[in-house]
T-cell receptor, first 112, second 113 residues
């Protein structure tokens, strides 16, 4: 599986957009980019995923570069409740999908 | 739906004792995953099941750990005997096989003294 590289931490002001980068330079054609987050003392929570097109849902937007070697998760209007560790995961598509491999993630702190 | 249910939420035990963690997946989900989280090693997959059958147990640290899924609505993770280094938060997650999203439970915080 391709590995990902994320900054260890970043701060964001409440109400502003948070842009979380992720490098996955060794990603292969059948691997998707997934984002999960983990709020303190809770289990990880799915945010969004994509293959090569940009994706948007009620939580966030995912921008994947044309060469697919990096991506950015965008939280459009960060709130204090968005303070969490954000994990970027590359995952191959198989019949049963299978396991997620979590890295260290990015600790995002949203400040008032 | 109540989501993934784990019990107990907290467990404190002494070294050498048997520990059993329990998980009830979301109804209708046929894949179940056990993860362990520590400060040193982060989130690690221990084992996962598809249709109650263990598929990959390569993450199980040693023979002291065992996991079962006797039916689609229940799984256990057992540690016997427990050791202080087993102290961690243990998460259970479930998904539809072929589904893209895993749903995590609240975790069991285990402290082995």
């Amino acid at each position: 599986d391709a590995k990902t590289t994320q900054p260890p931490s970043m701060d964001c002001a409440e109400g502003r957009a948070a842009n979380l980068p992720c490098n996955h330079s060794t990603i292969s054609g059948n691997e998707y980019v997934y984002w999960y987050r983990q709020i303190h003392s809770q289990g990880p929570q799915y945010i969004i995923h994509g293959l090569k097109n940009n994706e948007t849902n009620e939580m966030a937007s995912l921008i994947i570069t044309e060469d697919r070697k990096s991506s950015t998760l965008i939280l459009p209007h960060a709130t204090l409740r968005d303070t969490a560790v954000y994990y970027c995961i590359v995952r191959p598509k198989t019949d049963s999908w299978g396991k997620l491999q979590f890295g260290a993630g990015t600790q995002v702190v949203v400040t008032p | 739906d109540a989501g993934v249910i784990q019990s107990p939420r907290h467990e404190v035990t002494e070294m050498g004792q048997e520990v059993t963690l329990r998980c009830k997946p979301i109804s209708g989900h046929n894949s179940l995953f056990w993860y362990r989280q520590t400060m040193m090693r982060g989130l690690e997959l221990l084992i996962y099941f598809n249709n109650n059958v263990p598929i990959d147990d390569s993450g199980m640290p040693e023979d002291r750990f065992s996991a079962k899924m006797p039916n689609a609505s229940f799984s256990t993770l057992k540690i016997q005997p427990s050791e202080p280094r087993d102290s961690a938060v243990y998460f259970c997650a479930s998904s539809l096989m072929g589904g893209e999203t895993q749903y995590f439970g609240p975790g069991t915080r285990l402290l082995v003294l």
